[in-house]
């Protein structure tokens, strides 16, 4: 059984700072895309950056702000989103997701045996 398991939402004042966690457990792959999405109220999902477990590159979605880091500690099997300088339309419920295919497609519709976690909410207020 796969569970994508996000951590660390909240709420924060503009301007300030989070960091999400992601745990990835039994899936079947030994590397795979791993990636950040987020969904705004009222808002299409969108990919804010990926990685390739096997590698050390992450890919960042074209536009995405600057603040916004991705990291993977892979003795941990976690992966990371630092997000500082936040703004209120930053609010979003952010999401993990697990793949495998092209992992620099940090589309939503993007990879195969894709599954997602449940969501943390981050909620930047004014």
């Known amino acids: 059984q796969v569970e994508v398991v996000e951590a660390g939402g909240g709420s924060v004042q503009a301007g300030g700072s989070l960091r999400l966690s992601c745990k990835v457990s039994?899936?079947?792959?030994?590397?795979?895309?791993l990636g950040w999405f987020r969904q705004g109220p009222g808002k299409e999902r969108e990919g804010i950056g990926s990685?390739?477990?096997?590698?050390?590159?992450?890919y960042y979605a074209e536009g995405l702000k600057a603040g916004f880091t991705i990291f993977q500690d892979k003795g941990k099997n976690t992966l990371y989103l630092e997000m500082s300088s936040l703004k209120p339309e930053d609010t979003a419920k952010y999401y993990c997701?697990?793949?495998?295919?092209?992992?620099?497609?940090?589309?939503?519709?993007?990879?195969?045996?894709?599954?997602w976690g449940q969501g943390t909410q981050v909620t930047v207020s004014s």
């Open positions: 997701a697990v793949g495998v295919g092209t992992c620099s497609d940090v589309s939503p519709g993007s990879w195969s045996d894709k599954y």
């Open positions: 039994g899936y079947i792959y030994n590397d795979y895309c």
């Open positions: 990685i390739y477990t096997g590698g050390t590159g992450v």
